[in-house]
């Protein structure tokens, strides 16, 4: 098996499981706000096989992967019912933070299992220093403001015209798609999210040589 498709399907694999929390803190927000949509779908769970979704789980982050320069995939989407949110607006946006905010979370605690593992001489480091580069890129791409991307929670606050709003509602998908293609973006989020790996780890172990 070539090797970049070895690393690309360690990155798949990796990517599943950040998805995982990523998607249950979205779920666990929504349901201790009151909705119960979640629970009801079997999503308050760290099982990966609740979240996954094959396009946008596996074969398009592989696909891209092999590309190179950046990476692009989604879990499978958690289903809310604003209605039900206490809050309004302001739970809505709770529970679409709640994914990236647990994406951080997880980069930070990887961090700390590396800086002890690289104290040991532990191989696995190399490991760790790759999901948490892949837990950051999550979160940074998923704080970009385009629907369904958890980043359009922010668009009711921007007061944007009303026309603006629906159209990136009905074609944020494609408008993503397009700027990727287009554009180094995928590339900018990469080396956003190394360089802030590589500041986690210089915290938790500033000896070692990331």
């Given at each position: 098996m070539p090797e970049n498709f070895q690393f690309a399907i360690l990155q798949v694999l990796l990517f599943w499981m950040l998805t995982t929390p990523h998607e249950f803190a979205h779920a666990w927000v929504a349901d201790r706000l009151g909705d119960d949509t979640p629970r009801l779908q079997g999503r308050v769970t760290l099982n990966p096989l609740a979240h996954l979704d094959w396009i946008g789980t596996v074969f398009l982050p592989i696909i891209t992967s092999l590309m190179g320069g950046g990476f692009f995939g989604w879990g499978r989407a958690v289903m809310v019912n604003p209605l039900r949110l206490r809050g309004g607006v302001r739970g809505h946006f709770l529970v679409a933070f709640a994914g990236p905010a647990s994406n951080v979370v997880f980069a930070v605690l990887f961090a700390l299992v590396a800086g002890v593992l690289v104290s040991a001489g532990s191989d696995l480091a190399s490991l760790l220093a790759m999901s948490i580069r892949l837990s950051l890129y999550l979160a940074l791409f998923n704080l970009l403001p385009v629907p369904p991307l958890d980043g359009s929670a922010v668009l009711p606050f921007?007061?944007?015209?009303?026309?603006?709003?629906?159209?990136?509602?009905?074609?944020?998908?494609?408008?993503?798609?397009?700027?990727?293609?287009?554009?180094?973006?995928?590339?900018?989020?990469?080396?956003?999210?190394?360089?802030?790996?590589?500041?986690?780890?210089?915290?938790?172990?500033?000896?070692?040589?990331?």
């Open positions: 921007l007061k944007l015209p009303e026309g603006v709003v629906n159209e990136l509602y009905r074609s944020g998908f494609v408008v993503l798609i397009i700027v990727f293609s287009l554009t180094d973006l995928a590339g900018v989020l990469s080396n956003w999210s190394w360089a802030a790996t590589r500041t986690l780890l210089a915290w938790f172990s500033p000896a070692s040589a990331y």
